[in-house]
């Protein structure tokens, strides 16, 4: 079992940034990705960013250029940096974990809201 854990999140106005932070704890050792997805109101979970222990790393194109994800494979950490944050963004954001075979690990959800 992994258990994540968020921080971060809030109301920003639209242009602003935030930072988003999970740890994994438990059985990290078997995690070979770590990323953040997030659900709008009304809609499905998409991926938002993520990146694989050797480095690779996807982002959703609706955030390529203004998101960026990072991990401290010492430290079981996620972080997720959001710039040019707009309203569209609003949503609950949550960390994830992929462990061998397609198991997928969930933290609680953050709220961001970006609003005027």
């Known amino acids: 079992q992994v258990q994540l854990v968020e921080s971060g999140g809030g109301l920003v106005q639209p242009g602003g940034s935030l930072k988003l932070s999970c740890v994994a704890s438990?059985?990290?050792?078997?995690?070979?990705?770590m990323g953040w997805y997030s659900r709008s109101p009304g809609k499905h979970i998409d991926v938002i960013a993520v990146?694989?222990?050797?480095?690779?790393?996807t982002y959703a194109d609706r955030v390529t250029g203004r998101f960026f994800i990072s991990r401290d494979l010492a430290k079981n950490t996620v972080t997720l940096e959001m710039n040019d944050l707009k309203p569209e963004d609003t949503a609950v954001y949550y960390c994830?974990?992929?462990?061998?075979?397609?198991?997928?690990?969930w933290g609680q959800g953050t709220q961001v809201t970006v609003s005027s």
């Open positions: 438990g059985n990290v050792t078997g995690i070979v990705r």
């Open positions: 994830n974990a992929l462990v061998p075979i397609d198991k997928h690990y």
């Open positions: 990146r694989y222990n050797e480095g690779q790393t």
